[in-house]
């Protein structure tokens, strides 16, 4: 090869190398060039509510942070029919972990009521629970001193039952029945 050809073959070297950093510079570089970067919102974790009492499907819901025992009871798909809302702040904000529940209406006095109390020789574990003071462990309890014994005799049979005391029967005395 002669130095001529050597200088052209060299010259379109360098003339295709240019035309391709050219194509990179304008197609890579140069796009990106002003513009901003884009990045995806972040998610905010949301936050779990349970949701219990008259709603139509009680459980547990994750609502975004801000929401309001509106939204929570509009996420259980609304108030049952019975239910009070009136007795709620339906614009209160709701916590990460919070329990709401959402109270039945009570008949206006006057009108018999029907009765509320839990019977102690027929109750379920979960029934148990729900009398103030009666945890898990107390409603085995209950449960295990029903079945050794044949049931309760009268109310104030309850104080047989490891850790129920005097306090603890007169907090329970009103709520609770045996037929």
Known sequence: M?????AVAFLLAVLVMASWSWRYVRDNVLFWRGAEEIAPPKAEPGIMVQVSGAVNAPGVYTLPRGS?????????????????????????????????HVPVKQPPS???????????????????????????EMAKRI????????GFATVDDLTNVSGIGDKVLARLKPLVKLR
């Open 110 to 136: 006057g009108e018999p009521s029907a009765d509320t109390r839990v019977n102690i020789n027929t109750a379920s574990q979960h029934e148990l629970e729900t009398l103030p003071g009666i945890g898990p």
């Open 68 to 100: 309001r025992v509106k939204d929570a009871i509009d996420m259980a798909q609304g108030a049952a029919p019975d239910a009070d809302v009136e007795c709620l702040n339906l614009a209160s904000l709701l916590q990460d972990g919070q329990r709401l």
């Open 2 to 6: 002669s130095p001529e050809q050597k």
């Open 143 to 150: 449960i295990e001193y029903r079945k050794t014994s044949g």
